[in-house]
C-alpha cells in the first residue's frame, strides 16, 4: 500500500512538473499577446520579500516542528501564513514572531487548527496554483508577474500591487478556476497614475546592467 501511495504521489509531481513547464513554454510562443509586464516591487522590496520568507518559514519550523506545517508568504512585505498548526497557542505564537520582523508591515494568518496536510494534498495544491497561474498569464491586462498565488486545499489567498480594475479581474479568475471554493484577496491597490509610475520604473531597472556589488 505504501509503495502504491508514493507511485501515485510521485506522479501526481510529475504532472504538476510538466503541466508548469509546459505553461512557460506557451508564454514563450505568445508572450506578445499575453500580458507580461514587470514586477511593480522594486528590486529591493523584491529582495527584502524573499529574506522575509526565507527567515521567517526557517526560524517557525525550527521552533515548532512537526506540531506545525506553517507556509510564509511575503509581497511588499505584507506577510501572509498558511498551512496547519496543532493548537491556537502556536497560531498566535507564529503571528507574534512575524509582526516582530522589522521589515513586515503586516501579517494576515490564515492558520488552520488541526493535523499536518498530507503530501498528497500538498501537491493538488500545487496543481491548483499552476492551473490559476496559468490562467492569470493569459488573462489580458493583467499584471500576472505582479501577484502571488497561494491555495490551501479548496482555498486559494491572493496577493498583489494591482489596481482596483485588475483586482476584480484576478479575483474573477480565481473564482471560476474548477477546485475553488474560496477567494481571499491581500491587494495593494494602486491607481492608474502610480500603476504606469510603477511599470515605467521598473522597465528601467531590467534595462540596468547586473553587477555584482564590491
Known amino acids: 500500500m505504501r509503495i502504491k501511495f508514493i507511485g501515485k504521489l510521485l506522479a501526481l509531481l510529475t504532472?504538476?512538473?510538466?503541466?508548469?513547464?509546459?505553461?512557460?513554454?506557451?508564454?514563450?510562443?505568445?508572450?506578445?499577446?499575453?500580458?507580461?509586464?514587470?514586477?511593480?516591487?522594486s528590486p529591493a522590496t523584491q529582495a527584502i520579500d524573499k529574506g522575509i520568507g526565507l527567515e521567517i518559514e526557517n526560524a517557525l519550523d525550527k521552533k515548532f516542528g512537526d506540531s506545525a506545517h506553517i507556509n510564509v508568504t511575503s509581497l511588499n512585505q505584507k506577510v501572509l501564513l498558511t498551512g496547519e498548526v496543532k493548537d491556537a497557542s502556536i497560531k498566535e505564537q507564529a503571528t507574534a514572531y512575524t509582526k516582530g520582523n522589522k521589515n513586515v508591515r503586516s501579517v494576515f494568518n490564515e492558520l488552520v487548527i488541526g493535523p499536518n496536510s498530507s503530501y498528497t494534498a500538498r501537491a493538488n495544491d500545487a496543481y491548483?496554483?499552476?492551473?490559476?497561474?496559468?490562467?492569470?498569464?493569459?488573462?489580458?491586462?493583467?499584471?500576472?508577474?505582479?501577484?502571488?498565488?497561494?491555495?490551501?486545499?479548496?482555498?486559494?489567498?491572493?496577493?498583489?500591487?494591482?489596481?482596483q480594475n485588475e483586482a476584480e479581474i484576478a479575483k474573477k479568475v480565481a473564482s471560476n478556476t474548477n477546485g475553488v471554493k474560496d477567494v481571499y484577496a491581500y491587494f495593494d491597490i494602486i491607481s492608474e497614475?502610480?500603476?504606469?509610475?510603477?511599470?515605467?520604473?521598473?522597465?528601467?531597472?531590467?534595462?540596468?546592467?547586473?553587477?555584482?556589488p564590491n
Not at 488573462?139 to 496577493?159: C, F, H, Q, R
Open 15 to 41: 504532472l504538476i512538473s510538466f503541466l508548469s513547464s509546459c505553461a512557460v513554454v506557451a508564454v514563450g510562443g505568445v508572450a506578445a499577446g499575453a500580458s507580461v509586464m514587470a514586477d511593480r516591487r
Open 128 to 163: 491548483l496554483e499552476s492551473k490559476i497561474k496559468t490562467q492569470m498569464i493569459f488573462t489580458d491586462k493583467l499584471p500576472s508577474n505582479s501577484m502571488t498565488i497561494v491555495a490551501e486545499g479548496s482555498s486559494v489567498y491572493l496577493m498583489g500591487i494591482l489596481t
Open 193 to 212: 497614475a502610480e500603476k504606469m509610475r510603477l511599470e515605467k520604473q521598473g522597465k528601467a531597472d531590467e534595462s540596468q546592467p547586473n553587477s555584482t
